[in-house]
């Protein structure tokens, strides 16, 4: 899998596959030895080379932030292969989707359709690669709908639900 990512406005090609049951990573062509546990939803331990980092991945509206120790990334994660992976601007106003992250598979439905949420409130929780992802809500407001049911296989970028 390719995507191409965005931290703090440097863009950056990460490819990642899998042989033999290990993770391989290569960022900008460059091979990266990197072992990854899911230390708990949406928190990743990461060991590169001899160094460990614990990442914690924030979903507010709809700006994605990596948190490393006390410091603060944006970032933004597109797979060039799908228009539907691509990141569109977000407002406050009319209904916003709530989309897949990534290809995986729906494992919980956190809240029920006409339930009022807040801004960065998990919705579900989309599992790949081993790795659960809670999606959040992108604004305050009301689930309007709920277009998946627990089990689903999702590509990313694929509606979930729509908050008003």
Same mark, same amino acid.
């Given at each position: 899998?390719?995507?191409?990512?965005?931290?703090?406005?440097?863009?950056?090609?990460?490819?990642?596959?899998?042989?033999?049951?290990?993770?391989?990573?290569?960022?900008?062509?460059?091979?990266?030895?990197?072992?990854?546990?899911?230390?708990?939803?949406?928190?990743?331990?990461?060991?590169?080379?001899?160094?460990?980092?614990?990442?914690?991945?924030?979903?507010?509206?709809?700006?994605?932030?990596?948190?490393?120790?006390?410091?603060?990334?944006?970032?933004?994660?597109?797979?060039?292969?799908?228009?539907?992976?691509? =990141?569109?601007?977000?407002?406050?106003?009319?209904?916003?989707?709530?989309?897949?992250?990534?290809?995986?598979?729906? =494992?919980?439905?956190?809240?029920?359709?006409?339930?009022?949420?807040?801004?960065?409130?998990?919705?579900?929780?989309?599992?790949?690669?081993?790795?659960?992802?809670?999606?959040?809500?992108?604004?305050?407001?009301?689930?309007?709908?709920?277009?998946?049911?627990?089990?689903?296989? =999702?590509?990313?970028?694929?509606?979930?639900?729509?908050?008003?």
């Amino acid at each position: 899998m390719t995507y191409d990512i965005a931290i703090d406005g440097k863009n950056y090609r990460l490819e990642l596959s899998q042989v033999e049951g290990r993770w391989s990573c290569r960022l900008d062509g460059r091979e990266i030895e990197v072992d990854a546990i899911l230390a708990r939803p949406d928190v990743l331990s990461l060991r590169i080379g001899n160094h460990a980092y614990e990442i914690k991945c924030e979903r507010v509206g709809g700006d994605l932030h990596l948190w490393v120790g006390s410091a603060r990334f944006a970032a933004e994660v597109r797979d060039p292969r799908s228009l539907r992976g691509r =990141v569109r601007t977000v407002d406050e106003h009319g209904p916003k989707k709530l989309t897949a992250p990534m290809p995986g598979k729906v =494992v919980r439905i956190l809240v029920n359709q006409g339930t009022e949420v807040v801004a960065g409130a998990g919705v579900m929780v989309v599992e790949a690669m081993k790795m659960q992802n809670e999606v959040k809500a992108p604004k305050k407001g009301t689930i309007q709908k709920i277009l998946v049911s627990e089990g689903a296989a =999702v590509n990313a970028g694929d509606v979930l639900a729509i908050v008003e």
